[in-house]
T-cell receptor, first 115, second 111 residues
Framework: EAGVAQSPRYKIIEKRQSVAFWCNPI?????LYWYQQILGQGPKLLIQ????????DSQLPKDRFSAERLKGVDSTLKIQPAKLEDSAVYLC?????????????FGSGTRLTVV | GQQVMQIPQYQHVQEGEDFTTYCNSS?????IQWYKQRPGGHPVFLIQ?????EVKKQKRLTFQFGEAKKNSSLHITATQTTDVGTYFC???????????FGKGTKLSVKP
């Protein structure tokens, strides 16, 4: 089966600019997650969707980050305006259900550098 | 909030030596998962443990879940250069049942 698709692979922007990331999960996976992974750390959950509804966005910095999953399939994560500390890899993952019995499948991620 | 801690942060071994990483949670977990992330790659699911005291094996890898379901370990026997990467444990918990990742143990293997 096809994996989780993410684009772009890399992005370099200046601080205060905006940026958007795209994710297409595995077909049939109802649950989609966005994680932020800062170099040398474990992934940190930003937001979780169940179909097209938000389940958990408690860790999302809502003053600058936004995400949507229209039609319950692909998703976009936006940062506006970006800060230097947003430099990280943004990972999208999907799973069959919230119980994650079969683990999460991660995409290759988008490496964001804010200068 | 719930925290998942891993030790050690780094481990350097000679090829053929054994390796163990330990994971501890501040709260009881409904299950625990292990992931491997190769350098420059993304986390890849290895296994899930659900039952108290559960032990699972995958070739040279042995995974254990503690009796109290608050700790876990991953042991690799006779490491190979292909084992290089960062190993993360992730606990399923929280009010929304999300995966909380530890900081990982970075394994390097000297041939």
């Amino acid at each position: 089966e096809a994996g989780v698709a993410q684009s772009p692979r890399y992005k370099i922007i200046e601080k205060r600019q905006s940026v958007a990331f795209w994710c297409n999960p595995i077909s049939g996976h109802a649950t989609l997650y966005w994680y932020q992974q800062i170099l040398g750390q474990g992934p940190k959950l930003l937001i979780q969707f169940q179909n097209n509804g938000v389940v958990d966005d408690s860790q999302l910095p809502k003053d600058r980050f936004s995400a949507e999953r229209l039609k319950g399939v692909d998703s976009t994560l936006k940062i506006q305006p970006a800060k230097l500390e947003d430099s990280a890899v943004y990972l999208c993952a999907s799973s069959l259900d919230r119980g994650t019995a079969y683990g999460y499948t991660f995409g290759s991620g988008t490496r964001l550098t804010v200068v | 909030g719930q925290q998942v801690m891993q030790i050690p942060q780094y481990q350097h071994v000679q090829e053929g030596e054994d390796f163990t990483t330990y994971c501890n949670s501040s709260t009881t977990l409904s299950n625990i998962q292990w992931y491997k992330q190769r350098p420059g790659g993304h986390p890849v699911f290895l296994i899930q443990l659900v039952k108290s005291g559960e032990v699972k094996k995958q070739k040279r890898l042995t995974f254990q879940f503690g009796e109290a379901k608050k700790n876990s370990s991953l042991h690799i026997t006779a490491t190979q250069t292909t084992d290089v990467g960062t190993y993360f444990c992730a606990g399923l918990g929280g009010s929304q049942g999300n995966l909380i990742f530890g900081k990982g143990t970075k394994l390097s293997v000297k041939p």
